[in-house]
């Protein structure tokens, strides 16, 4: 049985070998969707730790890095697991960090969960003009938009994306979540989005809610 603890210590210490270790070896157990996604919540928690070691200025970006790869690995030995569309396609997530912010790490995650979710995610990468999250929305025509950002300034840039999908009239065939360190209630509203975390798994959560709600 997976110690669901140890597991997120070992995830906050970045002990890699130890954490897919663990995980592999629960996967060949046959493992049921519940009990894998909460050991995906273990490793969000490890995640935490490691956020909180950063603030304390314990660990660096490096470190951040590090971690973020870690927890995309994890998640892929969980897809088997708690991928359980049957390939099939939830729902189609743009998702992007927006125009003068380069963070990528809290995209990356959210993305690697929201893909393990059965999601399709179009992942524009970083720093992404207004223009493209809207053509790319004109194209896709998905369910949901994620904005992602770390610094302040974000928050300006989330609310020029948003306003950018209401002048192409593509803002009410969307729902738009915002995440990173910049989030919050207040941002939501600033921005006009409808949702807000700075918890990726939380995020899917609120994604998955919605597509089914549709």
């Given at each position: 049985?997976?110690?669901?603890?140890?597991?997120?210590?070992?995830?906050?210490?970045?002990?890699?070998?130890?954490?897919?270790?663990?995980?592999?070896?629960?996967?060949?157990?046959?493992?049921?969707?519940?009990?894998?996604?909460?050991?995906?919540?273990?490793?969000?928690?490890?995640?935490?730790?490691?956020?909180?070691?950063?603030?304390?200025?314990?660990?660096?970006?490096?470190?951040?890095?590090?971690?973020?790869?870690?927890?995309?690995?994890?998640?892929?030995?969980?897809?088997?697991?708690?991928?359980?569309?049957g390939?099939?396609?939830?729902?189609?997530?743009?998702?992007?960090?927006?125009?003068?912010?380069?963070h990528?790490?809290?995209?990356?995650?959210?993305?690697?969960?929201?893909?393990?979710?059965?999601?399709?995610?179009?992942?524009?990468?970083?720093d992404?003009?207004?223009?493209?999250?809207?053509?790319?929305?004109?194209?896709?025509?998905?369910?949901?938009?994620?904005?992602?950002?770390?610094l302040?300034?974000?928050?300006?840039?989330?609310?020029?994306?948003?306003?950018?999908?209401?002048?192409?009239?593509?803002?009410?065939?969307?729902?738009i979540?915002?995440?990173?360190?910049?989030?919050?209630?207040?941002?939501?509203?600033?921005?006009?989005?409808?949702?807000w975390?700075?918890?990726?798994?939380?995020?899917v959560?609120?994604?998955?809610?919605?597509?089914?709600?549709?």
């Open positions: 049985m997976l110690d669901l603890l140890t597991l997120t210590q070992a995830v906050g210490e970045l002990d890699e070998e130890k954490s897919l270790s663990m995980l592999s070896d629960f996967v060949a157990g046959d493992p049921t969707e519940a009990s894998a996604y909460e050991a995906l919540e273990a490793c969000q928690n490890g995640m935490v730790i490691v956020g909180d070691l950063f603030e304390k200025g314990e660990y660096f970006i490096g470190d951040l890095i590090f971690s973020g790869e870690l927890l995309t690995r994890s998640v892929e030995l969980l897809k088997p697991v708690i991928g359980t569309t390939g099939r396609e939830v729902g189609k997530i743009v998702l992007g960090t927006v125009h003068d912010d380069l990528d790490i809290g995209k990356n995650i959210f993305k690697s969960m929201a893909e393990a979710a059965g999601f399709k995610v179009y992942d524009l990468g970083t992404v003009a207004v223009e493209v999250f809207v053509n790319k929305v004109r194209e896709i025509q998905p369910e949901i938009v994620g904005l992602s950002g770390v302040t300034l974000a928050i300006n840039s989330m609310k020029d994306t948003v306003d950018g999908l209401v002048e192409a009239g593509l803002r009410d065939s969307v729902m979540t915002i995440g990173g360190a910049c989030a919050s209630y207040d941002a939501m509203v600033v921005t006009g989005a409808d949702a975390s700075t918890n990726a798994a939380e995020s959560d609120v994604c998955l809610n919605w597509v089914k709600n549709a």
